[in-house]
């Protein structure tokens, strides 16, 4: 898969109400922001009823979901929303999924004994699914009976991957097209990511390119570093300044440069929950996307 290099985009956080979702989109892309991502966070909103409304409402941004949980859905449910959402806005779904919160998929019986054993099995299926083929396949998680789409996109998206340890970041390299990094990775830990998925395609005999898509907290402005240090006190991690970006755009894209230059193709800019003016935030990420050449 090919991939723009250096973009840069924001996250819609599910700290947010549903109906919130569609100003902001519109702040988006009327602030030319390239690509808005979505959680599905339970128990918050769902990511493709999210993701369909956000493209009917808008003609040129990109929606990524980074993750929907594969626990949560039927491997041939989830292949069905992104057929059904890349038919209708093709070129502009960025879907993802991953392991999920473990303690959430408990809450509803979903968690899985051997979440890398789910991943092996389910993001090649789904991949095949979405590419129009007709699998047939019996796995410790995914069965599926001579399953075709009967509505596969034209042009199948890239099926990403969400990965935080080596293992599953050497499984994504493996099995996906792309890799989602959680908010507080580092540019070194990129660095150590990027050499992982590499790891892991190699062995799996994978060439091209794999995107690496990192979520990075951002304060813009006066007082950014007052409220990021707060936020920091609210996530028990005191101190720990260098896991949000402060300053106007030019400073944060400063910043930023060091995860692109670490091999992040993707930096994807999330507000902090305090943040009180989303379309204010929308502008600065489209500032800093405009500098991140």
Known sequence: MSSPARRVGAIFIPDLPPEQLRGAVLDAEAAGVGELWLWEDCFREAAFS????????????RIGIGISPMPLRNVALTAMEIASVERMFPGRLLPGVGHGVLSWMGQVGARVASPLTLMREYVP????????????TAGRYVTLDDVTLDWPPADAPAVYAAGEGP????????????????????PAQVAAARALIAEGR?????????????????????GSAARAAEQLERWNLPGETERILTGDAATVARAIGEYHDAGADAVILQPLPDETELGGFLRQVADVASRAV
């Open 50 to 61: 999210n993701a369909g409304a956000a493209l009917a409402w808008t003609e040129r941004l």
């Open 125 to 136: 299926a789904l991949r095949g699914l979405v590419a129009g083929e007709t699998l047939n």
């Open 202 to 222: 190699a062995e799996a005999g994978r060439d091209g390119h794999h995107d690496v898509v990192v979520y990075v907290a951002v304060a813009f402005g006066d």
């Open 167 to 186: 293992k599953t970041l050497r499984l994504t390299g493996e099995v996906a097209d792309g890799t989602v990094l959680t908010g507080g990775t580092s």
